[in-house]
């Protein structure tokens, strides 16, 4: 019986010489595929030990390090589904999460250990473990505890769950997607060729592991191609730049490659060896598509996807790479831009994006009403994003159906900020709008009715919401105005919004 877990095809692309160096940094981290593959065999060990059954959910809020890309191999390698969690996420905001996930393992960062214990406990949780970056953590203790060979691959069909990412959902109520091992294993294969990956390049890694750009695409397509990653903390610029000479791909979100710029000594003889730049996560400037090209002679190849979908669209390796354009779908996806009634628009015009494919995830997890409303009776799931595609396919993102916010490559609903700040002593109504922002793409913003009490200002808003909301989600902007603008049906009209305040980041 063929084995369908994504550990058995990682381990199909293992290196020859296993002690080649998997994951690096310049302050001594040396992870070899053999320790890698030794690590996670004494991961899924582990959660075996502690009675974790293949399906059963461990969620993780853990800071980026070597260790916690074992735990995530590991959760895969023992058929366990593994629940990823932003580290800026607060007591609050995780309490929902391990009440809806009902995991049988927490992982967490050992200062978060006490208000982890508190969760798994009103929420029946097994186990809670720490790891930590120095200091280990229990879940290094209790991997030592026990012995080795338990570390077999659990085999696991295509339709098995793999990981649960959480998105951020329109009505404020978060949703787990659903995303399989074939699912994973697809978009993996798919980007590895697409991209051109070849023996012995190297990728510069700076990303978040906690979304599917830094944990998904980025991780797999080294692995697969059993390349050596510099694997850095956070992107910091300092860190990057003598790196980049060092490596053959990097990917980013567009605020890398705005900070790079920023560098006078940034320049083409730094990037003499790279093959290839990919942005996504937000949108890709044309200016800064452009200012790059003008001081480095390369093409920045941007891309599109989303959590629900891993990634839906390149531009070629091989072929014209357009400013404003995500390219092509990507081979086995298929997608098709459509009114709000589901028909085909004419090409050339704007409609919903739907698609359709190996990379389209499950459902939402526990959430079948959600589930059924995103996708069309022939299987389509509508992303909610507005697109034009013309003659010879290529795809523009224009615009977006649901209200979204993109800041720093992380989706922001409003609705979940608005039901915060409506909440608060003093507020009569909000509006939460995403306003250009130089570094930031979009940086969220609230426009706020004052109640009768006329009291609140900007400093109490803000204040408030920072034991509720993750960093990046709390309004950068606070403005008070007398009245919402409203069109004929009540509807806020956040487009007069945008038009107002659009000037508000500018010297940013």
């Not at 981290?29 to 690590?39: E, I, K, T």
């Not at 974790?52 to 390090?65: P, T």
């Not at 409303?373 to 795809?395: K, W």
Request: hydrophobic share 40%; with cysteine.
């Amino acid at each position: 019986m063929t084995n369908n877990n994504l550990f058995s095809l990682i381990q199909s692309r293992y290196p020859d010489d296993m002690s080649q160096v998997f994951l690096q940094n310049p302050g001594g981290l040396s992870l070899s595929y053999a320790a890698l593959d030794q690590g996670t065999a004494r991961v899924a060990g582990t959660l075996r030990h502690l009675g974790a059954k293949a399906g059963d959910r461990v969620v993780v809020q853990v800071e980026k390090s070597a260790e916690a890309v074992m735990l995530y191999l590991g959760c895969v390698r023992a058929g366990a589904i593994y629940v990823p969690l932003n580290t800026a996420y607060t007591a609050a905001e995780l309490d929902y999460f391990v009440a809806d996930a009902k995991p049988h393992v927490l992982v967490c960062r050992p200062e978060s250990l006490d208000t982890f214990t508190e969760i798994a406990a009103d929420h029946n949780v097994a186990h809670t473990l720490s790891l930590g970056l120095e200091e280990g953590g229990t879940l290094v203790d209790a991997m030592d505890r026990v012995p080795d060979g338990d570390g077999a691959v659990e085999v696991r069909g295509l339709d098995d769950i793999a990981a649960i990412l959480y998105t951020s959902g329109t009505t404020g109520r978060s949703k787990g997607a659903m995303l399989s091992h074939g699912n994973l294993a697809s978009n993996a294969l798919c980007l590895h060729e697409l991209w051109g990956f070849v023996p012995g390049d190297v990728l510069l890694h700076a990303l978040p592991i906690y979304h599917v750009h830094g944990l998904f695409v980025a991780l797999h397509c080294a692995l697969l191609n059993a390349s050596t990653v510099w694997f850095l903390p956070k992107f910091d610029v300092a860190q990057v730049m003598p790196l980049i000479p060092k490596s053959t791909v990097m990917m980013g979100v567009p605020t890398f490659y705005v900070r790079l710029l920023d560098q006078d000594d940034f320049g083409p003889e730094m990037c003499d060896g790279m093959r290839l730049f990919v942005a996504g996560s937000a949108p890709l400037l044309s200016e800064t598509f452009a200012a790059f090209e003008a001081r480095t002679g390369h093409r920045i190849l941007e891309r599109y996807g989303m959590t629900e979908a891993g990634m839906i669209t390149s531009n070629p390796l091989n072929g014209e790479r357009l400013a404003g354009s995500v390219g092509f779908t990507l081979p086995g996806t298929r997608a098709r831009v459509c009114d709000d009634d589901g028909n085909t628009v004419a090409m050339g015009e704007p409609g919903t994006l739907e698609i359709t494919g190996p990379n389209v995830f499950l459902g939402y997890w526990q959430n079948p009403e959600k589930t059924k409303a995103e996708f069309r009776d022939d299987g389509y799931f509508i992303t909610g994003d507005v697109a034009t595609m013309s003659g010879d396919g290529r795809i523009c993102i224009v615009g977006r159906a649901k209200d979204l916010i993109i800041s720093g490559g992380f989706n922001v609903y409003p609705k979940e900020i608005e039901l915060e700040i409506d909440a608060l002593d003093g507020v009569s109504e909000s509006a939460v709008i995403g306003l250009p922002h130089r570094d930031f793409g979009e940086a969220v913003t609230a426009v706020v009715v004052r109640g009768p009490s006329l009291h609140v200002d900007e400093a109490a808003i803000k204040s408030a919401l920072v034991d509720t909301l993750a960093k990046f989600k709390q309004p950068k902007k606070v403005f008070f105005v007398g009245a919402l603008p409203r069109n004929a049906m009540g509807k806020v009209q956040k487009n007069a919004l945008r038009e107002q305040y659009a000037d508000t980041f500018s010297g940013s």
